[in-house]
């Protein structure tokens, strides 16, 4: 059974694509990069070179393959429409990556929200996440035209990748932060929180998904939850570090820009898989990204 990846050579889709070759699946992946194509090629990964925006290559893909999991960009309209074009009327499954950052709110750190969403609670999405929004929407809505449409919304994944990329996005950054100022630094008192999932969990559901979501089922992911203070404490300690030190929203910005001082680190975004344990019986192992921060992580 052949799946065509988006993102193959990332985080996610390198993890995911390494879990469905082992699963004996065959995987073809779309890659940008020759050198990075050969990579794939020695993991059993089918390279197909191009990139978000070829259009006519990605509905090829799309039409040739039994299925077809999107992990390169969560609002890349040009390749959903592609995507979902190649599989019009087929029934074949297609998993879109979205993220928990959807429902985050704009805490700059000093606030625990109280709203803990799962996959019934209503959604309120600030205005600049409403592109997001619209993509989830118009994707699940692609079951009423013959596509076994799947929104995935993982909370922050942490872990080690076992494609080519091997390290995430929060806690990499924070950690990259720290070795080149020698601190480690959050937003605000840091006491905002956001759910966490391990990639190789996160693997395993997309494959149960793949196998047997039903059409327009949307799932948040997460196996746990910490406050950047409590992630922040961890890095430190596995660094050998002082104290984390706090940064306001206004002394963040101009070293981390609007977009991760406001959204992603002083944020909340605390969600709760509870379809993909109840429908999907999935049983994540990993249990808390401290104890792989202070265990596990490469410093
Ligand atoms: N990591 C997280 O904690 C997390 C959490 C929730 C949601 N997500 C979402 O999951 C998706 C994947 O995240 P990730 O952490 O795996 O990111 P990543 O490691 O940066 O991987 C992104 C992949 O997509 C490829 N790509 C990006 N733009 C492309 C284009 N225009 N044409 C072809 N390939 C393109 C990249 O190719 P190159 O190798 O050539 O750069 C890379 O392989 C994102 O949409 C992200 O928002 C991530």
Redesign the pocket.
Known sequence: MTIFI?????????TVARRLVEAGYEVRG????RE?AEGLRAMQIQPVLG???DYELLVQEASRSEGVIN??????EGAIDALLEGLKDSNKPFIH????SVIADDARGNAVSAKVYDEDTPFVVLPFKQPRRDNELRILAAKEHGIRAIVMC????YGTGSGL?KG???IPFLVEHARKSGAVRIVGEGVNRWSNVHVDDLAELYLLALRNSPAGAYYFIENGEASFAEIGASIAKRMGMGPVQSWSAEEAVPHWGEMHTHYTFGTNSRVRAKRARRDLGWSPVHTSAQSWIEQEMTA
Request: aromatic share 6%; net charge negative; proline share 3%.
């Open positions: 988006t993102g193959a050579s990332g985080f996610v889709g390198g779309l890659v940008r990069d990075k990139n978000l925006d992990a390169a960009d969560s609002d890349h990556t979205s993220g928990s993982p909370s922050n994944i990329t995430s996005f929060q």
